[in-house]
């Protein structure tokens, strides 16, 4: 079992930057994912990271904006996010699954309750 815990949302300017943050207990190497869910919208990727850290991937539309990181000292995966749109708006979920990332909501076994981002234009 792995309990997931997303931090570090908010509101801010288009143009801005915010770092989501996502502890992670629990036992086993999981890969961590991101994924957001705007309103009336699915649920989509933005990006993971494997177990090691080593790879990564990222939706396009985020790509060169945002950056993931870990730190497997402290349980924590990172979410920088810069240059930030309206579009970036949604409740952004922190989601696991062992070892290796995904891109589809599906693989993943365990999700946080997610965190607020709002963009103003």
């Known amino acids: 079992q792995v309990q997931l815990v997303e931090s570090g949302g908010g509101l801010v300017q288009a143009g801005g930057s915010l770092r989501l943050s996502c502890l992670a207990s629990?036992?086993?190497?999981?890969?961590l994912g991101w994924f957001r869910q705007a309103p009336g919208k699915e649920r989509e990727f933005v990006a993971h990271i494997a177990w090691s850290g080593v790879t990564n991937d990222y939706a396009d539309s985020v790509q060169g904006r945002f950056f993931i990181s870990r730190d497997n000292a402290k349980n924590t995966m990172y979410l920088q996010m810069n240059s930030l749109k309206a579009e970036d708006t949604a409740v952004y979920y922190c989601a696991a699954r062992p070892l290796w990332g995904s891109r589809e909501s599906e693989d993943y076994e365990f999700w946080g309750q997610g965190t607020q981002v709002t963009v103003s234009s």
């Open positions: 629990g036992r086993g190497r999981h890969a």
